[in-house]
């Protein structure tokens, strides 16, 4: 007597959500341009050891998609950055889908870009530790750096970085973007505050009516910004580099700006803008009250509850 044949059971072989840590530490790089090991073991294994990420990232180096400069005066920490080939693998891969490849093909080019590109990245680990910490979401590729947004006429606004953030409390889910600028003070603060200017010009900004030959209904477009956000992100400066009375200085500098500019005060009315420094966002959290609303009242206050 032969046996009925077995019911059909699951696949033996079930993929994984997640993505193996070689491809998680090249898609890190990839999107942040350049990370040190430190960095990248504090984004994507907090909870474990410091070999979990070192290891694959020389095996990676021996396969010639990573490199990395030793930083000088830095106990020998080495920075990671994508070679050409790395570039290559990497550009096509969902997440990273819209992002330039820009492989460093030298290790002078690569630390010609770090002071700035590591700043940036210490102030996307101080929201990813905050979202771990307060259970909300904000992972790895939630930070997007570098992010060019046109004005017409070969004229665009940059962002440092484009920040996305779910707030998940017991009432909503709030879905939160911020336009993210770094200040190290390497600029003069007139320069650091006329940035508001810009982002106060890509608001308002529509694009050119498209040449009709035929006659017909139009439809009235909406600002270029709704082409990528459903509401204009809030407007955040991370300031370092300098001693807090003067960081505090260049903060009022972009106060007064808000309140003197027609622009940038009917921006102000319309989108949260604030300002805070990087020691404060390290040592308290982004969502501390550090930030420094840059209209109306001057009490601090988290960034998630900044508003016009």
Avoid: C
Avoid at 67 to 93: E, I
Avoid at 260 to 289: F, N
């Amino acid at each position: 007597m032969t046996s009925a044949p077995a019911a059909a059971g699951p696949s033996r072989f079930t993929p994984s959500p997640l993505e193996p840590l070689p491809h998680q530490l090249l898609a890190a790089v990839a999107q942040h341009r350049m990370a040190t090991t430190s960095q990248l073991h504090q984004l994507l294994r907090p909870d474990a050891s410091r070999q979990t990420i070192s290891r694959p990232l020389n095996q990676l180096r021996g396969r010639g998609l990573l490199d990395h400069v030793v930083l000088p005066n830095s106990n020998r920490t080495r920075a990671w950055y994508l070679t050409p080939d790395g570039a290559r693998l990497t550009r096509d891969w969902p997440g990273l889908r819209g992002r330039p490849p820009y492989p460093i093909t030298s290790a002078t080019a690569a630390s010609m870009k770090t002071p700035h590109t590591l700043t940036t990245l210490r102030a996307h680990l101080a929201f990813a530790a905050d979202a771990r910490r307060r259970g909300d979401e904000h992972g790895p590729l939630d930070w997007t750096p570098e992010v060019a947004h046109p004005l017409g006429d070969r004229e665009r606004v940059i962002a440092d970085a484009v920040l996305h953030y779910t707030l998940n409390d017991s009432r909503q889910r709030r879905k939160l973007r911020a336009f993210i600028e770094i200040d190290r003070t390497t600029m003069s603060s007139e320069r650091l505050a006329a940035k508001l200017i810009d982002y106060a010009r890509l608001w308002s900004h529509h694009p050119p009516a498209a040449n009709r030959r035929h006659p017909g209904p139009r439809t009235e477009a909406g600002p270029l910004w709704q082409r990528w956000y459903p509401i204009y992100p809030r407007i955040l400066f991370i300031l370092t580099g300098a001693s807090p009375q003067r960081l505090a200085r260049r903060i009022g500098d972009l106060q007064d700006m808000t309140a003197q500019h027609p622009h940038v005060a009917a921006l102000a009315r319309e989108v949260p803008l604030g300002a805070a420094t990087l020691d404060d966002l390290e040592a308290h959290s982004p969502s501390a009250p550090v930030w420094i609303p840059l209209a109306g009242s001057p009490e601090p206050r988290p960034w998630h509850t900044l508003h016009p």
